[in-house]
Every structure is written in C-alpha cells, then in structure tokens.
C-alpha cells in the first residue's frame, strides 16, 4: 500500500479555491477578468511605450522589467483561477498535480523575488540621480544596469528554488485540499505531516531574503534621499531669505562662497 507521501504524489492536489461560495462565482470571474485585462493592458502599454522611445534612460530600463514581472507574475495564477472560476464544480476543489504545484509556487516566488530586489535596485538608481547627480552617467551605466537586471533575476531564482525543494520534501498526508486558490507556501505548510518549527526555517530564511533584505535597501536609499533634501531645502532657505535678499547687493552672493545646489548635493 503507498503511503500517504506517495498517493499525494500520484493525486496530487485539490484547490478549494472559490468553490464555497456557487453563487458569487459568476460574479468573481467577471470582476477578476476586468482586473487582469486591466493589468495586462497597463504593463503591455508600458513596454509599448519603452521600446518605442530612442533613447532609454536607466530608470526606464528598470520600469521595463518591473512592468514584464508584473506581466507574468499575473499569469501564473490569474488565467487558472479564471479557469476553474468558470467550469462547473469539482466538488470540494479543483485538481492539479503535484508537479504543476510545485512548477507553480517556484515561479510565483522567483518573480516576486525579483520584483522586490528590483525596487530595491530601482531606489539606487533614484539615489544616484538625486544624490549624485553629477556623477549619475558615471555610476549607473549600461553595464551596471544590466548586471543589476540579472542579479534581481538570478536571486529571485535561487530563493524560489531552494524553498521549492525545502517544502515539496516534506511528506504530505490526510487531506489534499489546499484551502487557497494556488500553490501557496503557508497552504501547503498545514498539509505537511510534520510540525516542528524546523520546517519552516526556509520559509523564514526566504521572508529575509526576498522581503528584509529588499526593504532595507529601499529604506536606506529612500532615507538618504530625505537627509539630502532636507539639508537643499535648508541651504535654500538661508540663501532666498529676506535679510539675506534686502542685505546684499543683487551683484554679491550671501554666503562665503556662490555654491550652486547641484554642486552642494554632489558634495
């Protein structure tokens, strides 16, 4: 006789998905199918509107690839949850097999991966420009904007990977059903025979990777940016103000050196 770990295998497994509430599933489908139309047509239209301009700064290199995450982040569980939103009930759930889930809950996670490292990335580049502005073209180049793109890639990829193998290890038994309406992590937790808080170590350690991690960069960016403009807003102040405007000669310059305030941020 298989045990359970194995007939999970063979079955696979069932998503609950909207299956509780029969009567508000027509209404689900139409909602869900404007809003994915809507996000397909706005990041479709972004990468129209990259491709099309000349002359592409970094920052829109990095709108590009946020706008084809989103594109396919949204396809890996929109058109199946569109699916079985609008076949008639299979009972408690509808089927999918172990290796479509695990295939399903990797690439999930390696494209929100790469979506937070690159807002990370993104609120560097936002940093340079603001921060650094006459050093800008020097620091964030092509080759540095491309080696960023992959390393988002390539991290949310690594993560994915190693949670995949770490979760679909555990031995599953009793119940197949996933109270969700895709493969996600925690859902397939409760199924696991397991409860030691051992096995949820790499979900910890993805959480600090994909969400600690990218939000301490953008935080940290984010906050310097603040600090420069706070220390601009301050120097501006001093130089517009009305003793330093009615005090000195229109020819003269209040203060001991005429700094412009690109020159001050640069410094």
């Known amino acids: 006789m298989d045990s359970p770990s194995n007939s999970t295998i063979s079955r696979g497994f069932l998503l609950q998905g909207f299956f509780e509430f029969p009567h508000l599933r027509p209404l689900l489908f139409l ?62 759930g509808s089927p999918i097999s172990f290796l479509g889930c695990a295939v399903q809950m990797q690439m999930f996670v390696a494209l929100g991966g790469a979506e937070c490292f690159l807002l990370a990335a993104m609120a560097y580049d936002r940093y340079v420009a603001i921060c650094h502005p006459l050093r800008y073209a020097s620091i964030v180049t092509p080759g540095l904007c491309a080696r960023l793109a992959l390393a988002c890639c390539l991290g949310g990829l690594a993560v994915s990977v190693g949670l995949t193998v ?22 397939l937790l409760h199924l696991a025979c397991t409860r030691s808080y051992i096995d ?68």
């Open 166 to 187: 770490a979760v679909f290890h555990l031995p599953f038994c009793g119940s197949r059903l996933l109270v969700h309406f895709f493969c996600d992590i925690t859902a």
């Open 31 to 92: 909602v869900l199918l404007a809003v994915h139309l809507a996000t397909l047509s706005g990041n479709l239209l972004i990468l129209v509107a990259v491709v099309s301009v000349p002359s592409r700064p970094p920052m829109l290199l990095f709108l590009c690839q946020l706008s084809a995450i989103e594109l396919c982040y949204t396809l890996v569980v929109v058109p199946r949850s569109l699916a079985d939103l609008s076949m008639p009930g299979h009972g408690r």
């Open 200 to 267: 949820e170590l790499p979900l910890l350690g993805a959480c600090l990777v994909l969400l600690l991690l990218p939000s301490m960069l953008i935080l940290t960016s984010y906050g310097a940016i603040a600090s420069a403009l706070r220390r601009l807003h301050a120097v501006l102040h001093t130089w517009l103000s009305p003793s330093c405007i009615t005090a000195v000669p229109p020819s003269c310059t209040c203060g001991p050196s005429p700094v412009t305030p690109r020159d001050w941020i640069a410094h």
